[in-house]
């Protein structure tokens, strides 16, 4: 899986990627037909109460992609809860997947003509 990190208003570091890198490669094992991943990461400083970090992720599957966006004070915890979002919505479209083709296959089981 190829994992495209961008930042906006602020430096990315490598540390930052190597964690997001970690992070977002950890997302194969639930789904192994991942394509890309497009993270966003971007700080914004007009709140009253300090920074806040925007962590947005896209990924490209096949079928419908999935897009998650999360906030925190924390640039670390905002990644993690992206990650973690991403990670359950995976999960289901794994199970999904799985179900229909269950389905298909009980379908032309069930189609056969058995001959005595």
């Not at 419908?64 to 906030?71: C, M, R």
């Not at 993690?80 to 289901?92: R, T």
Request: aromatic share 8%; glycine share 4%.
């Amino acid at each position: 899986m190829q994992v495209i990190l961008t930042s906006k208003n602020f430096e990315l570091t490598d540390s930052i990627k190597d964690y997001a890198d970690k992070k977002f490669g950890s997302l194969d094992k639930f789904f192994d037909k991942i394509i890309r991943a497009e993270v966003l990461i971007s700080k914004d400083g007009h709140h009253n109460k300090g920074d806040v970090y925007f962590c947005e992720c896209k990924l490209e599957i096949p079928g419908p992609d999935l897009f998650v966006s999360k906030d925190e004070p924390n640039m670390y915890k905002a990644i993690d809860k992206v990650s973690d979002h991403l990670a359950e919505e995976l999960k289901k479209r794994k199970e999904k997947v799985e179900e229909i083709a269950k389905q298909e296959r009980r379908d032309t089981r069930d189609n056969k003509e058995y001959k005595i």
